[in-house]
């Protein structure tokens, strides 16, 4: 029987695989890249606010020896338009992946250009709410960026899942189609996420078919275990690889690769990462996301699962109820931040123009008397 009609093979992801391949559809989604454009748009408003409110300070601002550096103004002209660029360029991008077009985003670019304005023209509270909310955005833009660079090996999944694991509690179901194949240096003939053929600790990629930026858009070399990274996996085993840093440190210690280890890096980790990794080139499989259909729960991402720490609430402007309680403040007025409770009414500050908006602030400890 089985002679006549021989089993077809089958091609089954490791746990640490599936959980590569969730994380690159996640990140690649249509879905995904469309929440970026409010959370820059929401960075805009908050930006505009501020300039708003600071720039009838700017003429005390203008240093003889500095000119206008520190001031308002000068934020406004150099560092504002790269909000908006981003934000032109986040819009581009969602409407191009109706042609299978993908690419990187413009967060690099945006956080580089903000680097380099100067917000002391700003308080400190307001500059270090701005800031903090920026680099929320920025993470969220580079997790993109990271799937598009194809630039993620083991560990930096790894690191990855540490800190969104909570969103895959479930993790999706996927088929390996062995019978779709695609081949580094050339675009795949689907796309998706590709796995190596044959090479089970080679790091999944996502590829495409449509245009873009032009040597993105095609598949890669295999990021892969060298000599040492395979001595680390065997000492200290898969589970324990990275997030043993006492492990890691003595592997170091004891490893005959130990004359290699010289760099002073703080985290043993890092120092196992950077020697640990190599590229070949290879041919893969497709890896399809089976929608609406999921296996059973990932263990080491329940305990993580939405719901186990607080999420920071959206922006509120004057007149709406506050949705949680807590401490808020508002750009709009320096010193302004207070507590409100669940369903408080946001008040509008005398003076401001418009809608007042009310921001959660980094800061939800009571102050001291």
Same mark, same amino acid.
């Given at each position: 029987?089985?002679?006549?009609?021989?089993?077809?093979?089958?091609?089954?992801?490791?746990?640490?695989?599936?959980?590569?391949?969730?994380?690159?559809?996640?990140?690649?989604?249509?879905?995904?890249?469309?929440?970026?454009?409010?959370?820059?748009? &929401?960075?805009?408003?908050?930006?505009?606010?501020?300039?708003?409110?600071?720039?009838?300070?700017?003429?005390?601002?203008?240093?003889?020896?500095? $000119?206008?550096?520190?001031?308002?103004?000068?934020?406004?002209?150099?560092?504002?338009? #790269?909000?908006?660029?981003?934000?032109?360029?986040?819009?581009?991008?969602?409407?191009?992946?109706?042609?299978?077009?993908?690419?990187? +985003? $413009?967060?690099?670019?945006?956080?580089?250009?903000?680097?380099?304005?100067?917000?002391?023209?700003?308080?400190?509270?307001?500059?270090?709410?701005?800031?903090?909310?920026?680099?929320?955005?920025?993470?969220?833009?580079?997790?993109?960026?990271?799937?598009?660079?194809?630039?993620?090996?083991?560990?930096?999944?790894?690191?990855?899942?540490?800190?969104?694991?909570?969103?895959?509690?479930?993790?999706?179901?996927?088929?390996?189609?062995?019978?779709?194949?695609?081949?580094?240096?050339?675009?795949?003939?689907?796309?998706?996420?590709?796995?190596?053929?044959?090479?089970?600790?080679?790091?999944?990629?996502?590829?495409?078919?449509?245009?873009?930026?032009?040597?993105?858009?095609?598949?890669?070399?295999?990021?892969?275990?060298?000599?040492?990274?395979?001595?680390?996996?065997?000492?200290?085993?898969? #589970?324990?690889?990275?997030?043993? &840093?006492?492990?890691?440190?003595?592997?170091?210690?004891?490893?005959?690769?130990?004359?290699?280890?010289?760099?002073?890096?703080?985290?043993?980790?890092?120092?196992?990462?950077?020697?640990?990794? +190599?590229?070949?080139?290879?041919?893969?499989?497709?890896? &399809?996301?089976? &929608? $609406?259909?999921?296996?059973?729960?990932?263990?080491?991402?329940?305990?993580?699962?939405?719901?186990?720490?607080?999420?920071?609430?959206?922006?509120?402007?004057?007149?709406?109820?506050?949705?949680?309680?807590?401490?808020?403040?508002?750009?709009?007025?320096?010193?302004?931040?207070?507590?409100?409770?669940?369903?408080?009414?946001?008040?509008?500050?005398?003076?401001?123009?418009?809608?007042?908006?009310?921001?959660?602030?980094?800061?939800?400890?009571?102050? +001291?008397?």
């Amino acid at each position: 029987m089985n002679a006549l009609y021989p089993m077809t093979p089958t091609y089954h992801l490791s746990l640490w695989q599936k959980r590569q391949a969730a994380m690159l559809y996640y990140y690649s989604s249509q879905s995904y890249l469309d929440a970026l454009l409010p959370k820059i748009e &929401e960075l805009i408003v908050m930006a505009e606010m501020l300039l708003e409110r600071r720039s009838i300070l700017d003429p005390l601002m203008v240093s003889e020896r500095w $000119g206008v550096r520190d001031t308002a103004a000068n934020w406004s002209t150099g560092g504002f338009p #790269a909000l908006i660029a981003y934000r032109q360029s986040t819009m581009w991008h969602m409407a191009k992946r109706a042609d299978q077009c993908y690419g990187i +985003t $413009g967060t690099n670019q945006c956080a580089h250009m903000l680097g380099e304005f100067s917000m002391q023209w700003a308080t400190a509270e307001q500059e270090k709410a701005f800031r903090e909310r920026a680099n929320e955005v920025f993470s969220y833009g580079f997790k993109i960026d990271g799937v598009m660079e194809r630039g993620w090996n083991d560990v930096i999944f790894w690191v990855i899942w540490q800190q969104v694991k909570g969103h895959f509690a479930r993790l999706p179901k996927f088929k390996v189609h062995m019978d779709i194949e695609g081949k580094t240096g050339e675009v795949p003939p689907r796309t998706g996420v590709y796995v190596s053929q044959d090479d089970p600790l080679g790091a999944l990629q996502f590829a495409w078919t449509g245009g873009g930026e032009g040597m993105w858009k095609t598949l890669k070399e295999c990021k892969t275990f060298n000599d040492i990274g395979l001595d680390a996996l065997k000492t200290l085993g898969r #589970a324990g690889l990275w997030g043993d &840093e006492n492990g890691l440190a003595r592997f170091i210690e004891q490893s005959p690769y130990k004359g290699v280890f010289k760099e002073s890096y703080f985290y043993a980790r890092t120092r196992v990462q950077v020697h640990s990794f +190599t590229e070949c080139p290879c041919k893969w499989y497709f890896v &399809e996301l089976l &929608e $609406g259909e999921f296996e059973d729960s990932d263990p080491d991402a329940m305990a993580d699962a939405p719901g186990s720490e607080p999420q920071h609430p959206p922006r509120k402007a004057s007149g709406e109820p506050c949705p949680h309680a807590g401490w808020w403040f508002s750009p709009a007025r320096e010193g302004s931040r207070q507590y409100f409770r669940d369903g408080a009414i946001f008040p509008k500050l005398e003076g401001d123009y418009g809608y007042t908006f009310w921001l959660w602030s980094p800061d939800q400890s009571r102050p +001291t008397l």
